[in-house]
């Protein structure tokens, strides 16, 4: 019904940077809600930023000052710009999306795409 497409993961040094991209395709009415997250070995997956369809944004306070998410509505894309990259921001980074699906116009979905992984190492 809906897939998300991660994308722009891969191997960088400290100080870094790097883009993740995340489209959204399928039966889509409206998106809400769109966020990254994080999941690193032996860790529970955790929010690292949001953006509302608003463009109202958080971010984990870990990630504060490094990192920008922002979308394309026209595209259903969100990305992720990351800098000044760390060892500890190594982890595999998932894209969700709350959506309004054509079939389901007044219930909204969660919907999560595969995965990429991003690893910050000298």
């Known amino acids: 019904q809906v897939q998300l497409v991660e994308s722009g993961g891969g191997l960088v040094q400290p100080g870094g940077s790097l883009t993740l991209s995340c489209a959204a395709s399928g039966i889509i009415s409206r998106i809400s809600a769109m966020s990254w997250h994080r999941q690193a070995p032996g860790k529970e997956r955790e929010l690292v930023a949001a953006i509302k369809s608003g463009a109202n944004t958080n971010y984990a306070d870990s990630v504060k000052g490094r990192f920008t998410i922002s979308r394309n509505n026209a595209k259903n894309t969100v990305y992720l710009q990351m800098n000044s990259l760390k060892p500890e921001d190594t982890a595999v980074y998932y894209c969700?999306?709350?959506?309004?699906?054509?079939?389901?116009?007044?219930?909204?979905?969660?919907?999560w795409g595969q995965g990429t992984q991003v690893t910050v190492s000298p």
């Open positions: 969700n999306a709350d959506v309004y699906t054509t079939q389901t116009p007044f219930m909204i979905g969660t919907y």
